[in-house]
């Protein structure tokens, strides 16, 4: 009998979106359990992703940015990835507008894999380099109900939040685009993926 791989890696504890203020948005509906997220506009929002130990109780490790030309198995601790491009789907790699002329958008890989290919693995870096770890609850890109800084699930140990919120470089494209993620733990080991599904409608 074949056994199945145990993955032991962090687990996520919350996976979604906040708004421009920080505040954490509801989500309006799942399909097939995956929750769906709905925004008027393209961009002026985080996406927020939260993880703890997983089975392996190691650390939730904390890179947003492992990146070789020439190696796909180099990887970052957090892994994400789009089901459509994000801004102009510029296959560069975290092309972020360090310079007004060096700005540009996110590769969809569909369906996401997480390295596995150069492409899957420049795709992971390019979204994943937007991204800040935040290891204390008081330094959340997400607020309570008191306007406090604070991790969403309080049994997070690690918060990744978009840096700088999501802005026109890369703005989702009208309809559904699914966001999906892992994150590693001290010794490079997985934890099982979550997904999320962004729903553009202008005037919704």
């Known amino acids: 009998?074949?056994?199945?791989?145990?993955?032991?890696?962090?687990?996520?504890?919350?996976?979604?979106?906040?708004?421009?203020?920080?505040?954490v948005v509801?989500?309006?509906?799942?399909?097939?359990?995956?929750?769906?997220?709905?925004?008027?506009?393209?961009q002026g929002f985080f996406i927020v992703l939260e993880a703890r130990p997983g089975p392996s109780g190691k650390p939730v490790a904390t890179?947003?940015?492992?990146?070789?030309?020439?190696?796909?198995?180099?990887?970052?601790?957090?892994?994400?990835?789009?089901?459509?491009?994000?801004?102009?789907?510029?296959t560069a790699v975290c092309d972020r507008g360090e310079t007004p002329d060096f700005i540009g958008g996110v590769p969809a890989v569909d369906p996401p894999l997480f390295g596995g290919s150069q492409f899957a693995a420049n795709a992971v870096n390019d979204?994943?380099?937007?991204?800040?770890?935040?290891?204390?609850?008081?330094?959340?890109?997400?607020?309570?109900?008191?306007?406090?800084e604070r991790f969403v699930n309080l049994a997070s140990t690690v918060q990744f939040c978009t840096s700088v919120g999501v802005g026109i470089e890369m703005a989702f494209p009208p309809g559904d685009t699914r966001v999906t993620a892992r994150v590693r733990d001290s010794l490079g080991q997985p934890g099982l993926p979550a997904s999320i599904i962004v729903r553009i409608e202008p005037g919704g």
Do not use: H
């Open 26 to 42: 509801t989500p309006i509906s799942a399909e097939d359990g995956t929750p769906i997220f709905r925004r008027t506009l393209p």
């Open 127 to 148: 979204l994943t380099c937007r991204f800040d770890a935040r290891r204390a609850s008081t330094d959340a890109c997400t607020k309570n109900r008191f306007q406090e």
């Open 63 to 90: 890179s947003t940015f492992n990146w070789s030309p020439s190696d796909p198995t180099v990887l970052p601790d957090l892994q994400m990835v789009v089901s459509r491009p994000l801004g102009n789907g510029s």
């Open 1 to 23: 009998m074949t056994r199945t791989p145990q993955t032991i890696g962090p687990q996520i504890t919350y996976f979604g979106i906040a708004n421009a203020f920080g505040i």
